[in-house]
Protein backbone atom coordinates (compact mmCIF):
# COMPACT_ATOMS: atom_id res chain seq x y z
CA UNK A 1 0.00 0.00 0.00
CA UNK A 2 0.96 3.42 -0.74
CA UNK A 3 1.83 6.21 1.74
CA UNK A 4 -0.95 8.18 0.97
CA UNK A 5 -3.64 4.82 1.40
CA UNK A 6 -2.04 4.20 4.84
CA UNK A 7 -2.58 7.84 5.82
CA UNK A 8 -5.73 8.18 4.54
CA UNK A 9 -6.75 4.73 6.69
CA UNK A 10 -4.96 6.41 9.87
CA UNK A 11 -7.17 9.74 9.42
CA UNK A 12 -9.96 7.64 8.86
CA UNK A 13 -9.49 5.79 12.13
CA UNK A 14 -8.42 9.28 14.13
CA UNK A 15 -11.65 10.81 13.28
CA UNK A 16 -13.97 7.45 14.01
CA UNK A 17 -12.32 7.70 17.44
CA UNK A 18 -12.73 11.34 17.65
CA UNK A 19 -16.15 11.44 16.38
CA UNK A 20 -17.72 8.29 16.39
CA UNK A 21 -18.35 8.42 12.53
CA UNK A 22 -16.66 9.52 9.29
CA UNK A 23 -17.58 11.52 6.49
CA UNK A 24 -15.26 12.53 3.08
CA UNK A 25 -15.16 15.93 3.96
CA UNK A 26 -14.02 15.32 7.63
CA UNK A 27 -11.15 13.31 5.67
CA UNK A 28 -10.89 16.24 3.52
CA UNK A 29 -10.69 18.58 6.87
CA UNK A 30 -7.98 16.63 8.44
CA UNK A 31 -5.71 15.92 5.83
CA UNK A 32 -6.03 19.53 4.50
CA UNK A 33 -6.84 17.95 0.63
CA UNK A 34 -9.42 18.40 -1.61
CA UNK A 35 -12.53 16.08 -1.92
CA UNK A 36 -12.01 15.01 -4.81
CA UNK A 37 -8.95 13.20 -3.85
CA UNK A 38 -10.74 11.87 -1.02
CA UNK A 39 -13.37 10.56 -3.05
CA UNK A 40 -10.93 9.19 -5.76
CA UNK A 41 -8.62 7.81 -2.26
CA UNK A 42 -12.14 6.45 -1.18
CA UNK A 43 -12.80 4.50 -4.02
CA UNK A 44 -9.63 2.96 -4.26
CA UNK A 45 -9.54 1.93 -0.43
CA UNK A 46 -13.25 0.37 -1.29
CA UNK A 47 -12.04 -1.61 -4.10
CA UNK A 48 -9.07 -2.93 -2.08
CA UNK A 49 -11.72 -3.85 0.69
CA UNK A 50 -10.08 -1.55 3.19
CA UNK A 51 -13.38 0.63 3.69
CA UNK A 52 -17.22 0.45 2.69
CA UNK A 53 -20.04 3.14 2.93
CA UNK A 54 -22.96 2.61 5.10
CA UNK A 55 -26.23 4.55 5.02
CA UNK A 56 -26.02 8.14 5.60
CA UNK A 57 -22.62 7.78 3.34
CA UNK A 58 -20.48 7.59 5.85
CA UNK A 59 -17.09 5.82 5.60
CA UNK A 60 -16.40 2.68 7.62
CA UNK A 61 -13.27 0.20 8.10
CA UNK A 62 -13.74 -3.10 7.07
CA UNK A 63 -11.63 -5.79 9.33
CA UNK A 64 -9.05 -5.43 6.76
CA UNK A 65 -8.74 -1.79 6.90
CA UNK A 66 -9.35 -1.87 10.68
CA UNK A 67 -6.34 -3.69 11.40
CA UNK A 68 -3.95 -1.72 9.05
CA UNK A 69 -5.15 1.56 10.38
CA UNK A 70 -4.36 0.56 13.28
CA UNK A 71 -0.71 -0.79 12.97
CA UNK A 72 -0.19 2.77 11.14
CA UNK A 73 -1.23 4.32 14.03
CA UNK A 74 0.34 2.16 16.19
CA UNK A 75 3.89 3.20 14.44
CA UNK A 76 2.86 7.01 14.39
CA UNK A 77 2.30 7.16 18.32
CA UNK A 78 4.86 4.76 19.18
CA UNK A 79 7.38 7.21 16.75
CA UNK A 80 5.93 10.33 18.51
CA UNK A 81 6.88 9.44 22.20
CA UNK A 82 10.66 7.91 20.80
CA UNK A 83 11.20 11.04 19.22
CA UNK A 84 10.02 13.44 22.02
CA UNK A 85 11.85 10.99 24.38
CA UNK A 86 15.55 11.25 22.67
CA UNK A 87 14.84 14.86 21.35
CA UNK A 88 13.23 16.39 24.57
CA UNK A 89 11.36 18.57 21.08
CA UNK A 90 7.51 19.20 20.82
CA UNK A 91 5.05 16.96 20.71
CA UNK A 92 3.54 18.65 17.63
CA UNK A 93 7.47 18.95 15.89
CA UNK A 94 7.74 15.25 17.32
CA UNK A 95 4.17 13.77 15.24
CA UNK A 96 5.31 15.83 12.18
CA UNK A 97 8.05 13.91 12.03
CA UNK A 98 6.65 10.53 12.78
CA UNK A 99 3.83 11.07 9.90
CA UNK A 100 7.20 11.10 7.51
CA UNK A 101 8.57 8.20 8.90
CA UNK A 102 5.94 5.88 9.87
CA UNK A 103 5.67 5.05 6.12
CA UNK A 104 9.23 4.16 5.85
CA UNK A 105 10.19 2.30 8.77
CA UNK A 106 11.19 -1.89 8.96
CA UNK A 107 9.34 -3.85 11.58
CA UNK A 108 12.46 -4.69 13.55
CA UNK A 109 13.17 -1.27 13.88
CA UNK A 110 9.70 -0.75 15.55
CA UNK A 111 10.26 -3.60 17.45
CA UNK A 112 13.70 -2.06 18.37
CA UNK A 113 11.67 0.90 18.83
CA UNK A 114 8.99 -0.20 20.79
CA UNK A 115 11.32 -2.48 23.43
CA UNK A 116 13.70 1.05 24.15
CA UNK A 117 10.27 3.31 24.88
CA UNK A 118 9.09 0.43 27.20
CA UNK A 119 12.47 0.40 29.27
CA UNK A 120 12.76 3.49 29.07
Given at each position: ?????E?????????????G??????V?N???????????????????????????????????G?????D???????????????????????????????H?I???V???????????
Amino acid sequence: MYESGEDYLEAILRLQLENGFVRSVDVANKLAVSRPSVSRAMGLLEKDGYIEFTLGNTIKLTEKGQLKAEDVYGRHKLLTVFLQKITGLSEEQCEENACRVEHQIDVDVVNGIKKWVEEN
